[in-house]
Structures are given as C-alpha cells and as structure tokens.
C-alpha cells in the first residue's frame, strides 16, 4: 500500500506489511526497512536484542543511532526505554534531513509515536538538531557519517551501550560497512555495550571480529516469526537464516535473541564473501571501495563464495 503523499526527489513513501510508514530511496535502490514492518524491524533487531532490563530505573543509557533516516529505531527505542525509568543520552549520524522531514510531514507517521516521547523526539531534532526532555538529552551529527565519527568518539569512546547500525546494505553503501568506519564503532562501545544491525553479511562480520568483538547472529525465529527460509537471499546469503549481528566487548555467546553462528556462516566468513570493504581516507567513493574490493577478492586465496554456496545447497552455487 502507498500513501497518498507523493514522491520527494529521491524518496518515495511507503507503508510496510505492519502497516508502518516508510520510505524507498531511489538514490540507493533499496528500502529503508523491510518491507515485513519498519516498526517491527525497529523492536525485532533493535529495541528487543538491546535488553533494556539490564538498566536500573534512573540509569542513563547512551545510545548511537547510525543512520537515523526516519528515526524509527530511535524513536521505538525510547518508548520501550521510558517505562523501565531509563534516560537516553543519545546521539545520532545523518547525512539527509529530508527523510525525517518527510515522514513527520506524515499524520500516519506522527500517530505511530506518543506526543510526548518518540514525536517529541523526532519534532526537536529536526527543529534544532537538539533533544531535550525529562527522559534524556541528545544530539545530531548532520553530515556524513564517516566525517562526524571522530567528533563522537571524542566526546564518547569506550562509553556506549548501544550503537544502532542502519546503513543501507554493504552492496549499495559499503562506505558505512568499511573495516575502518566498522572499527571506529567498535570504539564507541563500553565493555557491556552492544552494537546492533540487521545485517549478517559476511565483510562487515569479519570487519567486526578484527576489530575485536565477539559477534552472534540475531535469531530469525525470534526476531522475525514471518520469515521464510529461502527468502531475502538476494543482498545477504545468510539473510533466512539471521537477522542480522550483534557485537559487543563482553557478549554472551547466547540469548532468546542471539545464537552463535553456526558452521555455515562461519566458513562464510572465511571465503571471499568475507573479503572486508576498505575505506583508509574514510573519504572515498562507494564505486571506489567496490572496485578495489573486487580486485582483493580476485587476488585473494580464500574459497569463492560460490563455492561455499554450492557446498550449502544454497542457490548460485558454482557447477
Ligand atoms: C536504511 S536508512 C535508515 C533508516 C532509519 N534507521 C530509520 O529507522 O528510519 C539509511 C540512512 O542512511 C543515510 N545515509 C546514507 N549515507 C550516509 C552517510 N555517508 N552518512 C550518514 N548517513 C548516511 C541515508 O540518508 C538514510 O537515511
């Protein structure tokens, strides 16, 4: 189903099988949640796996939102933090004000949050950049978000519970899923901080676990109870059977929500899949990072990914 708002340049309004607002971005050729729920993918790989009964009431919570687009995670991530008496020091990574400006030109968008929590929030930062409230504080970091991430871990390394990753996927924006833009993230996090994304790719995996984290692959059953085995295979090869990673200093190897990876994803990692996208001047083109990433994995020794397709049974696997 489409609303009746028409397209904005690059964007075009969409309403998700949750029945959800969202938006599809040209620019990118891809949509920024799944077409299953943008709210239900806001709870499922963010708000859920975040484990907000670890905080006591009274505690602040510092959270990174990369790539707040419409600012749903963050938004659905204050609204379950409130009534556990939790504070947000938050900060967000945004290279496009028009997304959120779009969806809150939307009444079905704004009557998806509570006047006073998640709309507050989104209506004050796009006003001021700033968010200030009785259930915490927070800014935005316009710009791109390689650009803007030393100016955060100045102000926050090593002190972050959660980082929320929610680029578009590696294939269209690998400047967000570099091994160098993956580790300056890793940096954010204090020892029981997690970074969490919907995506299980096999680079931005590997990316991770240089960086030093141990990782786990969110459930599918837990996290989306729709999906079905063999679908969403196009971008991510692991995508019916992962929702995504959860990364973090002292993660638990299990959870209702996490599993370790199994056999397949970890051979995954070690194939060309897992060949990382390099960004050293974090300035560089997305067709740039591509291009030389497959030149690494023509160069590389490692097992083509088609051959660990075809040892999986998985479709496009090599004959
Ligand atoms: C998948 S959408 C994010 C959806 C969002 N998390 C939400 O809940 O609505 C990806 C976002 O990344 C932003 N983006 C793309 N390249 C960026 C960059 N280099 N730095 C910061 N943001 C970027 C896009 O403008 C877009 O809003």
Redesign the pocket.
Known sequence: MTPKAPATGHLSPRITDDGSFSLH?AEFAEG??SRRG?LLE?HCTYVNPAQLERFSAGEELTLV?V???????SAALLEAAVPLGIRLRWFG????PS?LALALAQPCFRRQWQPALGLDLLQQLQTSGRWLSPHGRGEMLWG???GQIEALLGQVAGRCDLVML???SPRH?P??WSQEFLAALSGLLAPRGRLLTYCSAAAPRRSLMAAGLPLAALRSEASDPGAEAGDDLGDDPNGAWSAGTVAGPELEPSSPWWRPLSAMEREHLLSRAGEPYRDPSGTAAASTILTERLSAQALSGAEPASVWRRRWGLPGGAR
């Open positions: 971005s920024f949640h943008a806001a939102d790539c707040v687009g419409l600012g749903t995670n990574l945004e290279i496009d997304p791109d978000a390689r929610d680029a578009f924006c400047q967000l």
